[in-house]
């Protein structure tokens, strides 16, 4: 992955009561913030131990 690459990310919510809905709100949000704070420092890992690789010095 390049640093230029964009995280495509689709949101699909079910129809649901609205009673439902206030009540799982703050549940999803949550899960869905820690999904992406997990992505993102996956990539953040990713970047760093290919920058690591890339600095390594094969001719020891």
């Not at 869905?32 to 001719?59: M, P, S, V, W």
Request: without cysteine; charged residues 45%.
């Amino acid at each position: 992955m390049s640093d230029k690459d964009e995280i495509d990310v689709e949101d699909d919510f079910a129809s649901q009561d609205s009673d439902e809905a206030e009540a799982q709100a703050p549940v999803e949000t949550s899960k869905a913030n820690l999904n992406k704070r997990r992505t993102i420092d996956n990539l953040l890992e990713e970047r760093r131990l290919k920058r690591q690789l890339a600095d390594y010095d094969f001719d020891l």
